[in-house]
């Protein structure tokens, strides 16, 4: 039988792996929220960010989390390169087409990864982070700790830039009303490539963290996209503190569907969770609030 | 000048050309099975792509998902067929039918849902869905998949016998013939009362509830037959290719794919998303792969990026979509 | 306009589609199909790589031109089952090797039997392959042979009594662990532990926690690189108690000590072949082999090269000496070949059976010890003594 | 001050505005009379460059406004308030407010404009902690003033600011308009309201199904028969 200490176990690695999943899908939902944009190519962005962390540590020794600031400026180039040459031409045409776009980007940018640095699954391990730390009976590593507080911190600090700066509130109030913020003297084009720019640099960051924890490959995106989708519909679009809460949501599920159930079924309670908040509160969870 | 060009390209000319050149594609083609078999694909995909935008082009309902419902009637007739010894023929229509059942499990819920809303819970179902193939493993076998499907029986039309085991070129005629069923249906759906009221559906729902068209009902007949095609097509497949597993039935290639094709070809043109898949599949094949074998893909996302960009109407969008307008006025 | 550069445009592919194909006796036309994009793109890569050099041997060897013709399946059924028929009908290729994953050499080994062209494959393990008894269906390796080193080596090397499976949904790793699962249950070892995980899973602690509260001795794992990954570091985190771990394919492999590092430490893996386990009577091959793909790729083969290069260099015999025999190349002369075959190679003893299942292949089960692989199971092929009880992550 | 020559203005392929021309004469309040659906709004969103014209000009201070970004034209003074005050209901009075002088850069100048609109409607003081979801018709259009103030306009437009106002409030808001013009600001004002435009206006202009049926002077338009019928209800 399934021991009451296994359970609190169970239950707080789905909080840590929640928590991440927030991060992984902060550039998303702050995309789709401001730009109105559904980024398919988020995914291939934080692999980027992924890659540089790896580079850096296998070639130069970097340790990963030194690395953040460049992972996260890459894939944010990579997000301006694609909005400016991209993106800014269909901005005024229908959904549809900045979602194929995008899908497009997608997945030019997965097989570029996989002609520039092969099928090979990378894995970003460094030795200090991996060691367990034992509270009564109950383990956590060093680096699951560490990604937290820095998913945490990247998740406030997002929220703080928004309701505090200038250049935030200018985001803020241009994706509540677009003509206003227009009319407040705000251009609002800039803001779109910034904001999408922002997005960029948000998946980047998650990139190395992904390498760390898991492992990232040059398809490994897509099924970041997707999981990012089904959080950002659950947190509801536009709450950022939201998302974090609607990550512990599926990841203590998908910890307790496994625990109390069976490990086939993980997969499935988040999509029935989906489908379920789409259906009763299309909204979201936290609804439409900035 | 602008009325002569309009004149020539309109929907049945357009129609005209695609359908001669996919009655004479095996010829060009000189028969050469694996160019036959590719299209055979390109088709599949162009059957899909219609009814994918009979929803969302007609109706203006855009699905992420119907590879919920090509699975569905895959996974139906590939049952029926290898367990319980029902003839393919049989499964194709159970396919179809159990495709539209289907699609009534999430319609129903998922019409209250708008735009991106509706979209994704139908790629939610098409999730679902999958996990529920690779779990009931006593139905479905699980992620092992079903192998040794039986092709479609050979007909016997006098003397002359029509094998689907070993020729690809029959397989290229009876989906082609599959096709322009499912174009046919939609051609003759758009043109009726319903067809209008899905017109209606697609500019707004409530100006169209307020001028007395039952909304729910329109997209609901809007999906279920749009889904009743992709599963027809799925059954195909699944005896066609005579290997099913989740992650084949379910892919999210039957998802993405006939929006894209869809999109290259031009939605408002019926016979659009089959021109391009054809499209698509000839470039991907014909042009990228001889130049980069292994990194075609890289070349085919670039293009649908370019495309959108800077001919987001398609290729045949433009044309046959303004015709409509421009004869009101 | 449009509509007529569309039509241009198809007329465009028309040609290039159409390109006559060489008929002229000479040289040897080997086809092969493999995934070189999509997931299972890294396996159909090395595949490639390794046939690709023996190729380059038989050329050599032989003063034979080869006609290599490399296609794509895109890790796809449909377009691996196209790939044979552009391969067989097209190309008129002699024969195809390569295919990865049962569920695309499914579809592409029945296109071939269509087209009446000899397939070997390395990568396809589900025994319905040859359950449909196809005349020109050959494979080095079956399911088995995995599940036997297993079972094998958890009752009789580390004599574990109770062991925790768990497995990805994936075809290949669903069927093995319910084949060892049903071979370690008649041999008397209890499985408290069964469970499947999708692909893509992170978070492996909940499962690890049942395997620790049912008190496992070895956790067997059957799964890919990134399930290996994803639980040697959750077990490492949880401090697992078990004495084994325990992995299916592709663990231990030069990739896996590269990208784990210390943790790559003690682990136990099946593989067909690694570097130094080879037969004595193969050793020879295996070094040469080995120097030639060093001196060609830059990097080491992997198991999966080795068989690809294997599968190559068989079935090019086979074309040849079939071709001798008869003046002309023929399947079947070719499959004669191939069925007369009784050879020792790097990966032991060859020979195939009425469905062209492999008749002698058993897996070998080792340890990573200091980097190395050091098989441990069957007694026959060991190499040094195992280390138990040890796992990566320093437990217990 | 602002010069409308010849304007016209399509959405797809309906006409709304066709040949529009008017004049803003520098400090007074000009208006735009009409009734639903003319186009007033359409006219307004093109001036601010949210709409493009088809054909047309648009002068401002002897500047050609064409192919100017709606953040462009803010910046050479020329603010809207849009009709249905389009505040940001999540933000609080205080940060509408200072949101309005986005442009502005020096923050001596922000917190001074933010007292004069302050005075403008002491009503606000107390309110500007308080997000702009919960305050009253008339409170929200004054934020939505002040709001437009806080860019220093020099011709400010209002979008039918009496709009869903009691008589009373909507008496209090021209009050403060008037005070603005006073001051040294420009007002192009649009309304529907025709008598409560009339009696703070110099010069009206009547826009009917997308062109200008009347122009005159304020007093003559109030005794001009057509108005009267049509607008005043008399």
Redesign the interface.
């Given at each position: 039988m399934i021991s009451a200490t296994s359970v609190v176990q169970s239950l707080l690695s789905g909080m840590a792996e929640g928590v991440n999943y927030s991060l992984y899908c902060l550039g998303l939902a702050f995309v789709f929220g401001i730009v109105r944009i559904i980024n398919l190519a988020h995914g291939e962005f934080l692999v980027l960010g992924g890659y540089i962390a790896y580079w850096l540590l296998v070639k130069w020794g970097v340790n990963p989390l030194l690395a953040l600031p460049l992972a996260a400026a890459m894939a944010g180039v990579a997000a301006f390169v694609s909005y400016r040459v991209f993106l800014q031409r269909i901005r005024t045409s229908s959904e549809l087409n900045t979602l194929i776009l995008t899908f497009g980007l997608g997945i030019f940018l997965a097989n570029l990864y996989l002609q520039l640095w092969t099928a090979d699954i990378r894995n970003i391990g460094v030795d200090w982070m991996e060691q367990p730390l034992s509270f009564f009976g109950i383990y956590v590593s060093v680096g699951e700790i560490l990604t937290i507080l820095i998913s945490l911190a990247v998740v406030f600090g997002l929220y703080f830039f928004l309701t505090r700066s200038r250049t935030g509130m200018a985001i803020r109030v241009t994706a509540i009303d677009r003509d206003a913020a227009a009319l407040a003297g705000i251009n609002v084009e800039r803001v779109d490539l910034v904001a999408f720019t922002i997005g960029g640099l948000l998946a980047g960051v998650g990139g190395p963290l992904l390498g760390m924890l898991a492992h990232i490959s040059p398809g490994a995106g897509l099924h970041i996209t997707v999981k990012a989708f089904i959080l950002t519909v659950l947190a509801g679009v536009g709450s950022i503190p939201g998302l974090l809460v609607a990550g512990m949501i599926l990841g203590v599920g998908e910890a307790l569907t496994v625990t109390f159930i069976n490990a086939s079924y993980r997969e499935l309670f988040g999509f029935a969770l989906f489908i379920a908040i789409l259906v009763i509160r299309p909204s979201g969870l936290f609804g439409r609030r900035l | 000048m602008g009325n002569l060009t309009r004149a020539f390209v309109s929907e049945r000319t357009a129609g005209c050309i695609v359908t001669g050149f996919v009655l004479a594609l095996p010829f060009l083609l000189s028969f050469n099975p694996y160019y036959t078999s590719v299209f055979v694909s390109a088709l599949i995909l162009g059957a899909v792509a219609i009814a994918w935008n009979l929803l969302a082009g007609v109706c203006g309902q855009v699905s992420f998902g119907h590879a919920a419902f090509f699975g569905i009637g895959a996974y139906t007739s590939a049952v029926l067929v290898t367990k319980w010894g029902f003839s393919p023929y049989l499964g194709l229509v159970a396919g179809g039918v159990f495709g539209g059942l289907g699609s009534l499990i999430i319609g129903i819920p998922a019409f209250r849902l708008r735009g991106p809303y509706f979209a994704l819970a139908i790629l939610g179902f098409a999730e679902v869905m999958k996990l529920l193939a690779l779990n009931l493993t006593w139905l479905t076998e699980g992620s092992l998949g079903i192998m040794n499907i039986a092709p479609l029986p050979p007909l016997e039309v006098g003397s002359l016998k029509i094998d689907f085991y070993a020729s690809r070129t029959t397989n290229y005629y009876v989906v082609a013939l599959l096709m322009f069923a499912v174009y046919l249906v939609v051609y003759f759906l758009r043109r009726s009362n319903l067809g209008l009221a899905m017109s209606a559906v697609h500019g707004d729902d409530e100006t169209a509830a307020g001028i007395g068209v039952n909304v729910f009902r329109t997209k609901a007949i809007a999906l279920t037959v749009s889904a009743t095609c992709t599963g027809v097509m799925g059954a195909f497949y699944a005896h066609y290719v005579r290997f099913l597993s989740p992650d084949t039935a379910f892919d999210g290639y039957w998802s993405v794919m006939p929006i894209v094709a869809s999109l290259f070809g031009g939605m408002s043109a019926l016979i659009g998303p089959m021109a391009g898949a054809l499209v698509i599949t000839g470039l991907d094949e014909f042009v990228f792969k001889r130049f980069f074998e292994t990194g075609h893909k890289l070349f085919f996302g670039l293009l649908l990026a370019v495309v959108i960009v800077w001919a987001p109407t398609g290729l045949l969008g433009n044309r046959v979509g303004k015709r409509s307008e421009g004869d009101k006025r | 306009m449009k509509a007529k550069t569309i039509v241009a445009l198809f007329v465009v592919f028309a040609v290039a589609a159409w390109s006559p194909g060489a008929w002229a006796q000479g040289p040897i036309k080997l086809g092969v199909q493999a995934p070189q994009t999509g997931a299972l793109a890294k396996h159909g890569q090395e595949q490639v790589k390794g046939i690709r050099l023996a190729v380059d041997e038989f050329q050599k060897k032989h003063n034979v031109q080869v006609d290599l013709k490399v296609y794509d399946d895109e890790s796809d059924a449909q377009k691996a089952a196209a790939s044979i028929e552009k391969l067989a009908g097209v190309d008129k290729v002699h024969a195809v090797v390569g295919g990865y994953g049962s569920h695309l050499v499914g579809p592409a080994s029945e296109a071939a039997e269509r087209y009446d062209t000899p397939y070997f494959t390395t990568g396809a393990v589900d025994r319905k392959l040859s359950a449909k008894k196809l005349k020109n269906f050959f494979r080095l390796n079956h399911m088995p042979g995995y599940a036997a080193a297993q079972s094998g080596a958890i009752k009789e090397a580390l004599g574990a009594k109770k062991v925790g499976i768990l497995y990805n949904s994936l075809s290949a790793t669903a069927e093995i662990a319910q084949e060892v699962k049903d071979q370690l249950t008649a041999k008397g070892v209890e499985v408290p532990v069964f469970e499947k995980f999708e692909k893509g899973t992170t978070n492996f602690k909940p499962l690890l926690l049942k395997v620790k509260d049912a008190g496992c001795d070895a956790l067997l794992v059957e799964g890919y690189f990134p399930d290996y990954v994803g639980t040697i570091k959750d077990a490492k985190i949880l401090n697992l108690p078990v004495k084994a771990y325990v992995g299916a394919w592709g663990i231990g492999t030069p990739e896996f000590v590269r990208e784990l590092g210390p943790m790559s430490e003690y682990v136990y893996g099946t593989s067909i072949w690694e570097m130094g386990t080879a037969p004595k009577e193969a050793k020879e091959e295996e070094a040469a082999m080995v120097a030639a793909y060093k001196e060609k790729f830059k990097e080491e083969p992997s198991y999966i090269a080795m068989l690809g290069y294997l599968s190559g260099k068989y079935m090019l015999e086979a074309i040849l000496k079939g071709g001798k025999a008869s003046g002309s190349y023929s399947p079947e002369k070719t499959r004669e070949a191939l069925r007369s075959l009784d050879v020792m190679s790097p990966m032991g003893r060859i020979a195939f059976d009425e469905k062209g299942d492999p008749k002698y292949f058993t897996a070998a089960l080792f340890q990573t010890q200091k980097g190395a692989q050091v098989v441990i199971f069957p007694t026959d092929r060991k190499m040094g003594e195992v280390v138990y009880p040890a796992v990566p992550w320093g437990a217990k | 001050m602002l010069e409308v020559k010849d304007l016209s203005v399509r959405y797809g392929?309906a006409h709304v505005i066709t040949g529009v021309s008017f004049q803003a004469a520098r400090g007074a309040i000009t208006c735009i009379l009409g009734p639903n659906g003319s186009g007033k709004t359409t006219l307004l969103?093109c001036i601010?460059?949210?709409v493009s014209p088809a054909s047309g000009r648009i002068m401002f201070d002897g500047q050609n406004l064409q192919g100017k970004?709606?953040?462009e034209i803010?910046?050479m003074g020329l603010?809207?308030?849009?009709e249905g005050r389009?505040?940001?209901?999540?933000?609080t009075v205080e940060?509408n407010l200072k949101?309005?002088a986005?442009?502005v850069n020096e923050q001596a100048r922000i917190d001074g404009q933010l007292s004069y609109v302050f005075d403008l409607f002491p009503h606000l003081g107390s309110r500007k902690n308080q997000l702009c979801g919960t305050l009253s018709g008339g409170e929200l259009q004054m934020v939505a003033i002040g709001?437009?103030l806080m860019?220093f306009p020099r011709l400010l437009l209002l979008d039918e600011p009496s709009l869903g106002l009691a008589p009373l409030v909507v008496r209090e808001v021209f009050r403060a308009v008037e005070k603005i013009v006073d001051a040294g600001t420009t007002v192009l004002l649009v309304e529907q309201n025709t008598q409560v435009a009339l009696s703070v206006a110099v010069y009206g202009y009547i826009l009917e199904i997308g062109s200008i049926a009347l122009e005159s002077d304020a007093a003559s338009l109030r005794e001009n028969s057509h108005v009267k019928e049509a607008y005043l209800g008399l």
């Open positions: - | - | - | 392929d969103r601010t460059g949210l970004k709606p953040h803010v910046r603010i809207m308030i849009p389009r505040l940001w209901p999540p933000l940060e949101m309005g986005y442009l709001r437009g860019g």
